[in-house]
């Protein structure tokens, strides 16, 4: 894996739903996606700091963030040290189907200073939903380049949008940075501007 090989492979705790047979492979009919709202320190409302696509297979889709930095040490304030965006979407599903959540990868670029660290978290949920928890993955310095992580959610917990319904998804990112003992500048982004740096998000297909 790229960056300091600090991949999390965390299970989330969500609302346990018991496995069904009903789960399906992806859909063929087009899925679309529609960002409602964006709001949060690090992509401010009234911005256009993210967007979204859906994969041509319908198994994910992608944010793409733009200047969504933390940022820590070599004069920056405190208020910089702690950046969140929340993403709420609707998915448009065929008729006859609802989807999950299964993964979701998250990739930025860092630097980090030695002595500093750096955090990335993030959940989820539809809304009239209790949100997943938050899995922490921090980042020591000394690094610079692409960093990784992964939150996967066993298949006996997926937690399924109603069928039939109109829900949307919130998706909520924080990024953190802590300067440390470190003198120097410490970040950490989510910036579509690098190259391979989008969050994706994975799919679970069912059938209703």
Known sequence: M???SVVGAMILSTLVAPFDSSVASAPSEKITLDIKTINGSGCPAGTADASADVAA???SFTVHYRNFTAKAGGGASALEARKNCQINVLVHV???FTYAIAEAEYRGFAHIESGASALEQANYYFTGTAPTARVRHSFP????????????TDVAELVFAPCGESRNLNINAELRADAGSSPGSTFIEMDSEHASVDTIYHFAWKTC
């Open 2 to 4: 790229l960056g300091m």
């Open 57 to 59: 297979d319908n198994t």
């Open 94 to 96: 065929p008729q006859g």
């Open 141 to 152: 310095g000394p690094f610079h380049g692409v960093w990784r992580a992964s939150d996967v």
